[in-house]
């Protein structure tokens, strides 16, 4: 039959809608992502740039996560603002090193099984009175493949942080991903936000290492 119309499926303007918000003003985005991803992402042709090595991801990791951020950082470098090896255990020295940066942030750590997982936050880690961040933010595990856990929509705690403890995704009192003050013990539960699971091997984990990559 001639004269057949063909449908085209136009990529999503969600991703690219979420992108241009940025800051504590402008919360949320107006269309959650599906969650959780685990299956592989289009191939990069371009891998991103560190300025150094991680002493947390190893080069498929970094591959694979590079796959799932958002298309404004992609080609960026990836700039190690901390490390605990190298700033010690403190998340009062997290936010200081995070000063007078504003673009996304990587927040990857291993704990004491050895398992890798993390966050990525639409906006620099700082110290806040409410939770802030965009739809752009996710949680994310190696076990050992990598699940990517996108926001739902059901809420918009993204991150929040205080003096004693860094928090990502909530619901009824549990945190997808919280870190205490000396960035030694932290805790993982599923939350509504990014419908996670827990990101560790248990519930309550001991970190060994962490690091604040920011990509802009």
């Known amino acids: 039959m001639k004269g057949r119309w063909r449908y085209t499926r136009l990529p999503s303007q969600v991703e690219d809608a979420l992108s241009a918000e940025e800051g504590e003003e402008e919360e949320g ?6 969650a959780p991803v685990s299956a592989p992402a289009p191939e990069d042709p371009v891998g991103p740039q560190l300025a150094e090595a991680s002493q947390v991801l190893g080069a498929s990791e970094i591959k694979q996560l590079s796959l799932h951020l ?4 992609t080609g960026h470098p990836w ?3 901390f490390c605990t090896s190298r700033d010690g255990f403190s998340l009062r020295s997290l936010y200081r090193q995070m000063e007078g940066h504003s673009g996304p942030v990587l927040l990857v750590l291993r704990d004491q099984d050895g398992q890798m997982f993390g966050a990525f936050s639409s906006s620099a880690i700082r110290l806040s009175k409410g939770f802030y961040g965009t739809g752009e933010t996710f949680l994310f595990s190696f076990s050992p493949q990598l699940k990517v856990f996108k926001w739902t929509g059901s ?3 993204f991150v929040k942080g205080d003096l004693d403890s860094l928090m990502m995704g909530s619901s009824s ?7 205490d003050g000396d960035l030694y013990h932290g805790g993982s539960h599923p939350c509504a936000t990014f419908n996670n699971e827990v990101l560790a091997r248990q519930e309550q984990f001991c970190i060994k290492e962490l690091e ?5």
């Open 29 to 34: 985005g107006t269309a959650p992502a599906a």
């Open 70 to 73: 958002p298309p404004r950082v």
């Open 79 to 81: 700039s190690l603002a």
């Open 155 to 157: 809420n918009s705690f």
């Open 173 to 179: 009192g549990q945190f997808g991903l919280w870190l």
């Open 212 to 216: 604040a990559w920011v990509l802009s």
